[in-house]
């Protein structure tokens, strides 16, 4: 389980085919104090495991079902990362599996000053599982939905959370990862069991 608090933006240092998909190489500081091979991590909004570690990087193996449901970055890419929450973990943001739902794109960026408002499109999919309000996490980083409509939703980023995430990046025409909250999918499954 995660926060969706961004410890760190790490880069993606090589990618190579494997037999069972790919395997990542990604450099980072901050994240390997406390990183061991066998524990999990959240890159860009994915949970992987960790399958080895130097000492200014770890690597992570990817399946094919984790490359079709993402974008994953080539090398040399950005990517946001967060070490599993422990049981003394402040839970800042929500409940974050690290499990994506699929991708979105940048419809629409405007500069609050240092700050930004982005617009995403909301896929079809997920649109029962967005509130206005509610808890999103894109790229791994917990957000709160600024405005919802039909077919898009808004989240507005503090100017600390764009320069300390890769979300301060993105343009329009970005493709995101996106995980929405994990509890409206239980909810939705409970009234659909008691409904039977």
Not at 66 to 73: C, D, E
Not at 87 to 102: E, K, R, S
């Amino acid at each position: 389980m995660f926060t969706g608090i961004v410890e760190e933006v790490g880069v993606v240092r090589k990618v190579a085919d494997t037999e069972s998909g790919a395997r990542f190489e990604i450099a980072c500081r901050r994240v390997l104090e406390r990183l061991e091979v066998d524990d999990s991590v959240n890159v860009a909004g994915i949970c992987l495991t960790v399958t080895a570690r130097g000492p200014d990087a770890f690597t992570v193996d990817v399946v094919p079902e984790t490359i079709a449901r993402s974008s994953l970055p080539p090398a040399a890419g950005r990517v946001n990362l967060e070490r599993a929450a422990t049981p003394a973990t402040m839970l800042g943001g929500h409940i974050v599996q690290g499990h994506v739902d699929g991708t979105t794109e940048v419809l629409g960026r405007e500069g609050l000053g240092s700050g930004a408002r982005l617009r995403f499109a909301l896929p079809p999919a997920l649109s029962r599982y967005v509130v206005e309000k509610g808890f999103i996490a894109l790229e791994g980083v917990s957000l709160t939905v600024a405005s919802l409509a039909a077919t898009s939703f808004d989240v507005a980023l503090i100017p600390h959370t764009a320069e300390h995430t890769t979300l301060g990046d993105l343009r329009e025409g970005s493709v995101v990862n996106v995980e929405v909250d994990i509890i409206s999918k239980y909810v939705e499954r409970l009234l659909e069991a008691r409904m039977r």
